[in-house]
Structures are given as C-alpha cells and as structure tokens.
C-alpha cells in the first residue's frame, strides 16, 4: 500500500525558477493529504492530474504567505465544482478569519462545509486519526506561531499466507484472528498464527519540519522517522540570514536529520537566491548521505 510524498511546491516566498512556493500531497494507503497550499497550488495539482475531489484534508504550517495563498483559490474552485463533502482545514488561529472575509467580500456562500481545526503551538497533539494513521502538529521555532506535521502508520496486522490458506477452509472470523496474532483452533485442529501468517511490516512514519530555524528539540519529534522533510531555505555561508529570517541551512538540516537518526531526509524550501540546487544537496549530503532534493513534480516513498 502507498505511503508517498508528492511535491508541488519547493520554493520560499517568491516563486523563481520555475518553482513555486511549499505545497506537497501524501497519499497513505489512497488517502491524499495536502500540506501546505501556497500559490500556484491548483494549478500544479491539475499539471500532475491530482484531482482536487479527493482532498478531504488540509493542513497549513503557518500564516506567511508562502504556505497558504493558495486556498482561497482552491476552496473557490471546489465551490464553483459544486462540492458536496466537507472540507477540513487544520491551521493557525487566524486563518478562518481571513477565508470568511475574503468569501463574505465576494458574496460567496460555500455550497459546502468548511470546518476549521485550530493548531495549537506549545506541544505536540493529535489533529487527525484513522484505522491506519495518526496525523499530529508539533511545534518548531518560526517568527510567527508555526507546526510541522507528523503522518504516522499504526500497527499493522500481519500478512496472511495465502498459498497455505488456499488448500484450507478457514472461515473469514479465524482469519482475522490470525492476523492479530492469536492462535485459533478449528475442527480440533490448531492454527498458529507464526505459522499461517508472515510478521506485520513495522510501521512507517514522515514528517513535515515546516519553516523552523535549527534548534535541538526537533529532534524529539521526529526520532527515527522513515523520511524527513526540513527546509534548507539557505546554504550555511548565509547561516547568519538564517538565523535572523528563523530558517534553517541544509547543513544544520542534515545535522538535524543526524541527530534525530531519520532513515532519509527532503530538502525544501529554497531561497530565490539559488537557481542551481545541487550545492545545497552536496553540503546536505556530506553530513547525512540519504539526502534528496524536494523537486516538483517527484515522488518520495516513505520506505
Ligand atoms: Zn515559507
Ligand atoms: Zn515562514
């Protein structure tokens, strides 16, 4: 079953080089996830045929520009589209305002429900959980109140062998005893379940670090995690920059996706300033090698 990560947008503020500003989708198990809608977000969705119906759920790091200019946009297409389902959006205090003042402006009376979810910015809480996945904010440290986003698998059942399965009759009710890992008898013939099924895969996690400047406590959140993205707006010779803006170099990304032992790390978030990526991966890659660059239009398995 996917779990993949999908860039629209890898750009900082201004869109430059034919990038744009912070959008991705995850798909878990068919469910799509937007993070992030800055800009341009529709049209790069339509451009990679992702259809914006099967969006359900919207999740906005914070209030600068470059992470959600794009929504109003998008919420005005779902309405002239004559959507029928809800639309949940789980951002910043503040950003309810700002949508119903620029739909109240336009006399625009959505045809369907928008629920918003107020992130919180002190610690780390639950914002959305289904049979497979728990999706949380934690905070990171921006000028503004800002949260990154984590998409983390539950326990997953073991698989059941289906070759030896094939020649039995087991009944559906025993089967998903199996999977649990419960022995089950039948016809006085006992069924083990480490021998009828295969162990579960262990479960897989990604997080989305938003804008942050470095600092230690990240780490907490984001120990062990499959795969990472961390904004690497900067390269360190402009660390400064990134200290005063509250952004991070591709250095202390690697250094953060280090310490934090992450299977593999997605650099994002790029300065205006450089047209060609590659030194940013070089300077990434020589502190943690299972670096990759953010670019749109790429698919990142949560391996
Ligand atoms: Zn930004
Ligand atoms: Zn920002």
């Known amino acids: 079953m996917p779990f993949e990560v999908f860039i629209l947008g890898n750009n900082s503020a201004i869109p430059a080089h034919g990038r744009h500003p912070t959008s991705q989708v995850v798909n878990h198990h068919e469910k799509f996830y937007l993070v992030d809608c800055g800009e341009g977000t529709q049209i790069q969705l339509s451009k990679y045929k992702i259809k914006r119906s099967r969006l359900d759920h919207i999740f906005i790091s914070h209030l600068h520009g470059d992470h959600y200019f794009g929504l ?166 402009s660390s400064e920059r990134a200290k005063q803006t509250f952004h991070s170099t591709a250095k202390q990304a690697a250094t953060m996706a280090q310490i934090a032992s992450v299977k593999h790390l997605l650099l994002g978030h790029f300065s205006a300033k450089y047209e060609d990526l590659l030194p940013l991966l070089i300077e990434a890659k020589e502190i943690f090698a299972h670096t990759k660059l953010a670019i749109e239009g790429l698919k990142f398995e949560v391996e």
Not at 72 to 82: D, E, N
Not at 212 to 217: K, N, V
Request: proline content about 5%; glycine content about 4%; overall charge negative.
């Open 72 to 237: 109003i946009g998008l919420i005005t297409s779902f309405h002239l589209l004559r959507r029928e389902k809800p639309l949940h959006i789980y951002a910043p205090k503040g950003l309810k305002e700002i949508l119903e003042m620029q739909l109240n402006v336009s006399d625009t009376k959505l045809v369907f429900e928008l629920i918003f979810h107020e992130t919180k910015f002190d610690s780390a809480e639950i914002l959305l959980e289904n049979d497979d996945l728990t999706i949380s904010s934690f905070p990171v440290k921006h000028r503004i109140p800002t949260t990154g986003f984590l998409f983390r698998e539950k326990n997953i059942q073991r698989k059941v062998r289906t070759e030896k399965l094939e020649a039995e009759s087991i009944p559906h009710e025993l089967i998903v005893e199996l999977k649990k890992g419960k022995d089950v008898i039948l016809n006085e013939k006992k069924y083990l379940s480490a021998e009828w099924t295969f162990p579960p895969a262990s479960p897989r996690s990604y997080a989305f670090c938003a804008d942050t400047l470095y600092h230690e406590e990240l780490k907490n959140y984001i120990q062990g995690c499959n795969l990472v993205y961390h904004e690497a707006t900067f390269m360190e010779e």
